[in-house]
């Protein structure tokens, strides 16, 4: 056979393949066969490690060593996903923190439906006006003078977006101040924040002038800020996550954050606040920097900004710094972000958080569940380190990593979806939407209890 009719042939199987996965799709739940149900988990293990990467067949609790048995996700709902065979799990990983107003709610869902019958993308020309609307929505909820959006489709991207703005707005500053265990994204100029050096060190060197202080050390960060000044490396901007996500749940001190503000301001550099994990009423307020009443200079949003139906994110700034892109909005473009659909999924989900109350809701059964928690992890100390949070964002630190994934394997096992942080491995992650139910919250805490044991 030669090369073409090798071609032709793969090409014709893909198109079979192609058919035989859209049939599926178009199936209702009820529909799927146990046949069905078999065909998709075994040729799902099989892509994964054949097309996607093999290592994520090692690294999912879902799948037996032998890959026998792999619980394949396929369709969710409310606080729960389900596995193709239709088993159902608490959602308590909520995507790392995607689903801050439920699986599918309807009125995200309507909202993208009806906008993708009228115009999926913008032509990148005419004016399109859901950015417009979505970018003034923004103005009205966002802490302080935050002004402008620029919309992008992951957090990362808001965190190439500050940089940017940071460094336009000081051309000539060329440093910028991370936290040690922070996690700002994994491109180049993210990473560059970031602290995790397993993540870093195969990509150095990265963006130039990072410099990582303690997180929650004020004395470090002044002393830091002042040798750059005496040195002529004066600092550009000084950026922080609020409550450190895939650090491990680290809440910093209460007088923390302004004082930050104040360095900032002392210093003349710029206070950007990573909001993607923290954002859209995670912590018992719409934007966690709203409990220290500190108003950054540039605010970085994603994960639940687009309502856990499309990949959206901001980068929200002040006009000081964002009158910089005035003379030449081409400075800094993306092709997607601000599609019509993203901005449709996050109008709505803005509407859903203030109609509903979830920041206030997210803080009432915040209290409950850490409370919960605690009790159920009482005799355990061995096992248990510390358990921390604000609002739903919650952390069970383990003494040994091990014992956290044994843990969150086992709340698998139970049906309650878990799992670690990125930056400390030894912390468990406890994100369910905000949503969740007074019944499952006590349902996950039972199931903690006995997993303990």
Known sequence: MDTLDLKNRKVNEANEYAKKVLGLINKKDADITKEDAEWITQETVKDFR??????FLKYRKSVTKDEQFAAVEWSD???????????KYIDCLGGFGIYNVGHRH?????AVVNQMNRQALHSQDLLDPLRAFLAKILADITPGDLQYSFFTNSGTE???????????????????????????????GSLSGT?????????????????????GDIEML???MEACALTGEDVAAVLLEPIQGEGGIIIPPEEYLPQVRALCDKFGALLIFDEVQTGMGRTGKMFCSEHSNVVPDILC???????GIMPAGAVIANEKVFENLFPNPFMHTTTFGGNPLACAAAIATINI??????????????????DGLKRAAEGHEDKIKAIRGKGLMIGIEFQEDEIGYDFSKKLFDKGVLVAGTLVNAKTIRIEPPLTIKKEEIDTVIQTVAEALK
Not at 77 to 87: I, P, R, Y
Not at 195 to 215: D, E, N, T
Not at 301 to 307: E, I, P, Q, R, V
């Open 50 to 55: 054949d097309y996607v990467n093999p290592g």
């Open 77 to 87: 709902e409310g606080d729960c996903f389900k596995d193709v065979n239709g088993k």
């Open 106 to 110: 309807p009125k995200v869902v309507e």
């Open 158 to 188: 808001s965190v190439e977006a500050s940089l940017k703005l940071a460094k336009m707005y000081n051309p000539e500053r060329h440093t910028f101040i991370a936290a040690t265990r922070a996690f700002h994204g994994k491109s180049l």
């Open 195 to 215: 602290a995790k050096g397993m993540f870093r060190k195969p990509f150095l060197p990265l963006v130039s002038g990072f410099r990582h202080v303690q997180y």
């Open 222 to 224: 002044e002393k830091t």
């Open 301 to 307: 949003l994603a994960k639940a900004f687009g309502g």
């Open 353 to 370: 958080l203030i109609e509903e109350k979830l920041p206030e809701r997210a803080a009432q059964m915040g209290e409950y569940m850490l």
